[in-house]
């Protein structure tokens, strides 16, 4: 993707939660304490067991889960206590990627890719699909960066998971992201598609320059892609720092047991 393309993106975000503590309705704490400071820029993997809080913080960031107290801001925004209208302007430079890639099955690969451009299209021109050609020509640019360009007229659901996952990754781009955030993009994909993905979120990171935030439950993904990685356990960080020096000691603090000669092949 060219510097064109993005000339009119905004400057990417950091991220920065202070004392964060997020309680469901239920009681349940999803994030406990949580403090972190994530520059613009930068990638991130957040690791951890099922259940520690990896969902809930992306979804805290995008503004999907009230923080109940602390302070978080994401890029010029301050999320903790936002209005919802304020809160509709940040997601507008957020891209999101799922595990189940949420596309439009029966659409094409074009029309999934220009509901990126949804935010900052005027009412109308949405109702009438008239995309401008800007939109158009960035809906290109994202598909041709994550070589999906040639099925462009296929339905979304004639793909393969991981060509779904890179529709899925150039709508995110059309929208000319801030920040991208994902969560367990490759969770459903065989290991080599897996490589794929993550070597494409860490294209869009280093070269335009995003702040990509990615969940992952695996460690050796991380230690491959995450230049930085965040390990949870129960709502809380229990280890902030490069993954390739996680130690034994981390790992059991990560995920409660220690590594394994099996883990240690993997990594
Ligand atoms: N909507 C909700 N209401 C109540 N509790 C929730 C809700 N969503 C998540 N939780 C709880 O918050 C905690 C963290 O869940 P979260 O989904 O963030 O974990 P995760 O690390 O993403 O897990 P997984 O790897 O299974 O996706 C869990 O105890 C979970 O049961
Ligand atoms: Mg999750």
Redo the contacts with the bound molecule.
């Keep these: 993707m060219g510097a064109s393309a993005s000339a009119a993106a905004p400057t990417p975000w950091s991220i920065t939660l202070d004392d964060v503590t997020?309680r469901?309705?239920?009681?349940?704490?999803?994030?406990k304490n949580v403090s972190l400071d994530i520059p613009s820029g930068s990638m991130v993997a957040v690791v951890?067991?099922?259940?520690?809080?990896?969902?809930?913080?992306?979804?805290t960031i995008n503004g999907l889960?009230p923080v109940t107290s602390g302070t978080l801001d994401v890029g010029e925004h301050r999320v903790s206590g936002a209005s919802t209208r304020q809160l509709r302007r940040l997601r507008g430079d957020i891209g999101m990627v799922f595990?189940g890639f949420n596309l439009a099955g029966r659409a094409s690969v074009l029309q999934n890719v220009l509901v990126g451009r949804l935010a900052h299209t005027s009412l109308w021109r949405t109702l009438l699909g008239a995309y401008s050609e800007s939109d158009r020509q960035l809906a290109y640019r994202a598909l041709e960066s994550v070589g999906i360009l040639p099925k462009l007229y296929a339905r979304a659901s004639e793909l393969s998971g991981g060509q779904q996952q890179r529709v899925a990754i150039a709508r995110a781009l059309t929208q000319q992201p801030a920040i991208v955030l994902a969560?367990?993009p490759v969770a459903s994909l065989d290991p080599p598609t897996a490589h794929g993905v993550m070597a494409d979120l860490r294209r869009i990171n280093h070269d335009l320059g995003i702040t990509v935030l990615v969940?992952l439950?695996l460690l050796d993904l991380a230690r491959e892609y995450g230049v930085r990685m965040i390990g949870?356990r129960?709502?809380e960080v229990v280890y902030d720092g490069p993954a390739a020096s996680a130690s034994d000691a981390d790992f059991e603090s990560i995920y409660g047991r220690s590594i394994s000669p099996e883990d240690r092949l993997r990594a």
């Design positions: 997020v469901y309705p239920n009681g349940t704490v999803g994030l951890g067991l099922s259940g520690s809080g990896k969902s809930t913080l992306i979804r889960v595990q969560d367990e969940n439950h949870m129960a709502g």
